[in-house]
């Protein structure tokens, strides 16, 4: 949500900041900015509603010099998406400009004192009033930049990531974060800003990760300066990025979610690498290894997530309670921080997110804590906002996903809730040693049973064309398979724009079943297991609607096989761990059927990959 590029150095910044733009694509937009101050000080903004092709044909013929820069891709919040509301946003005299993630809350009271003081606005957005602001507290206070921004932000409520320019100080920058991400990569006479390390690391792999409330000074030619707003002194710690180039790269795919779909042999497997030894019985997981304690005496797990990720929580829950014998709560990140929930000091709560930086679940996060609660974190970006405030936990090792709709994160966070399961299940002695044993070998098959489903994309590609008109659809499925049918829905409604439901399969009677006749896809999880028969009695139901079926099942099935109009083999596997399976075939139907219609698959419209404000 929101993308922001920065350079200060002795190169180009039109070129890098245009290219971190294209990096930060996949965080969902629908307008782009630059601005460059030039050799001779001239302060330069150009900025367009719609994609960053529609900013470069429109500066192609404009002076996009300069050795200092910033960039911006926006996703609206106030005020509609055009070219007077996009970023960077000037100051009353024009010689400030400002980029920003977030929402400052409080900008409408802040608005209209600087109104009363003579102050004009071009646009709709909050960000224009706190660049205002910035300038005001610089001219009155006689204030360096780095110092008005300061002033400017204790009197802000809400979240923000921030980038300064000022023309008349065009050796600096000033970076400045809270609630969302921000991080600077240091060069050997450079320094790079941005929003993720994805446009940082072609050029570095050295970075500092902004804390909440502290703010960075960048001069050309000297050391990162950073203070916080107490204006505390802080020393910068630099980390070292993980991610490679070639990660953020299609790699010859026609989309990255295709790719992202086809690297889930490789993801599943890094995120059981070093923790799942099946020959040996044992399961290590680091970040989990101080809270064993609290493992083996919690009363009780609550997951808070958002999107994918919460029916990733809802798989968990089968996992946890079956296994480690414990009952579990999932909870919408969003709802839980806003009523009043109970929450003990022996209860374990998981955190779930790809990104790390969801706003709803960090401050989910923080009530938690709040009230004494174990919190642990499942994420997949290193040194994310979630990793860092959160007691422990695991990341997922999925790589890099660019997809805004998520795919290898989804499997990849299951797999290592399927480990964190089995290793409290192994702590509180709710399992035999026989299952035990059984579970972390049908784990470590996981990833050759995925390749062998890959395979069918073929099939599938076909499957997708007679269903690519469809205006609805329904996904069914029991047990563990219920939150695949949720996923497989939101898939498909999120990258084809087709109205899908998931249902657990009992209860398409209580409502769903009036939607059902000759026009009605219904996709159905149908695999061996305790719940098989009830499934086989739903499609039956289901078939004498003339509902269309298509079913997922274990290799070799011949009963629901017979009654499906498609049915789609998978390995057989564990009942608990079908969901693993079980979702790559619903994604590369999704995928497919969203080709098929046009639709932009890897950055639908209205949707963000990382959702950091409210």
Request: glycine share 8%; charged share 25%.
């Amino acid at each position: 949500m929101c993308g922001i590029v920065g350079y200060i150095g002795n190169r180009e910044a039109y070129p890098i900041l245009i290219k971190g733009l294209q990096r930060l694509e996949y965080r969902g937009y629908d307008s782009a900015g630059v601005a460059m101050i030039n050799k001779s000080g001239s302060l330069n903004v150009y900025k367009r509603k719609g994609k960053v092709t529609d900013l470069t044909a429109f500066a192609k013929e404009q002076d996009t010099t300069g050795s200092i820069g910033i960039g911006h891709t926006r996703w609206a919040t106030h005020g509609e998406p055009n070219d007077v509301n996009s970023h960077p946003h000037y100051s009353q005299s024009g010689d400030v400009v400002l980029i920003h993630n977030g929402i400052i809350e409080n900008y409408a009271s802040i608005k209209e004192g600087l109104k009363k003081r003579g102050h004009t606005f071009l646009s709709q957005t909050d960000t224009e009033v706190l660049v205002h602001l910035i300038e005001e507290i610089q001219v009155h206070e006689k204030m360096k930049l780095g110092h008005a921004v300061q002033a400017a932000l204790k009197q802000v409520i809400g979240a923000y990531a921030i980038v300064v320019l000022d023309k008349n100080d065009p050796d600096t920058i000033v970076a400045a974060k809270k609630g969302s991400p921000m991080v600077i990569g240091i060069g050997a006479d450079d320094f790079f800003i941005a929003s993720d390390a994805s446009p940082i690391v072609e050029y570095t792999k050295n970075v500092v990760y902004l804390e909440d409330e502290q703010v960075a000074v960048i001069r050309k030619g000297q050391e990162l300066k950073i203070r916080n707003l107490k204006d505390k002194e802080i020393t910068p710690y630099v980390q070292k990025l993980t991610i490679e180039l070639e990660s953020i790269e299609k790699g010859g795919y026609d989309h990255f979610m295709l790719k992202e779909i086809y690297e889930q042999p490789r993801s599943v497997l890094d995120s059981m690498r070093g923790r799942l030894k099946a020959h040996s019985g044992e399961i290590k997981m680091g970040g989990i290894v101080d809270h064993e304690k609290k493992f083996e005496k919690a009363k009780r797990i609550i997951f808070v997530a958002c999107g994918t990720s919460w029916h990733a929580g809802l798989v968990g829950e089968y996992l946890f309670e079956e296994l480690a014998r414990v009952p579990v709560e999932v909870e919408y990140a969003s709802e839980f921080r806003y009523r009043n929930p109970i929450i003990y000091q022996d209860d374990i709560v998981i955190a779930i997110s790809q990104s790390g930086e969801t706003a709803d679940t960090l401050a989910a996060i923080e009530l938690a804590k709040s009230k004494g609660a174990t919190v642990l974190g499942v994420c997949n970006v290193v040194g994310s906002s979630i990793a860092r405030s959160t007691h422990g936990g695991s990341y997922t090792h999925a790589g890099p996903e660019i997809g805004v709709a998520s795919t290898k994160a989804f499997t990849a966070q299951v797999t290592v809730l399927t480990l964190m399961a089995l290793h409290m299940a192994r702590v509180r002695g709710t399992l035999s040693e026989s299952r035990y044993r059984q579970l972390l070998y049908e784990m470590e098959a996981i990833p050759s049973k995925i390749e062998q489903v890959l395979q069918l994309n073929d099939k599938l590609r076909e499957i997708a064309y007679t269903f690519k008109d469809s205006r609805n659809a329904l996904y069914l499925g029991r047990g563990v398979s219920f939150p695949v049918a949720l996923e497989g829905a939101l898939k498909l409604k999120e990258i084809s724009y087709i109205h899908a439901e998931g249902y657990p399969a009992a209860e398409m009677k209580h409502g769903p079943i009036a939607l059902i006749d000759e026009e009605m896809p219904v996709f159905v999880i149908a695999t061996q297991g305790a719940n098989y028969e009830k499934v086989v009695s739903n499609i039956q139901e289901v078939k004498a609607r003339k509902g269309r079926i298509t079913s997922v099942v274990t290799s070799g099935d011949r009963e629901v096989k017979e009654m499906s109009d498609y049915a789609i083999e998978i390995p057989q596997t564990d009942e608990l761990l079908v969901p693993l399976i079980a979702v790559i075939p619903l994604q590369l139907l999704s995928y497919h059927i969203a080709v098929m219609r046009g639709c932009n698959v890897d950055q639908p419209r209205n949707l963000a990959k990382s959702v950091t404000v409210e």
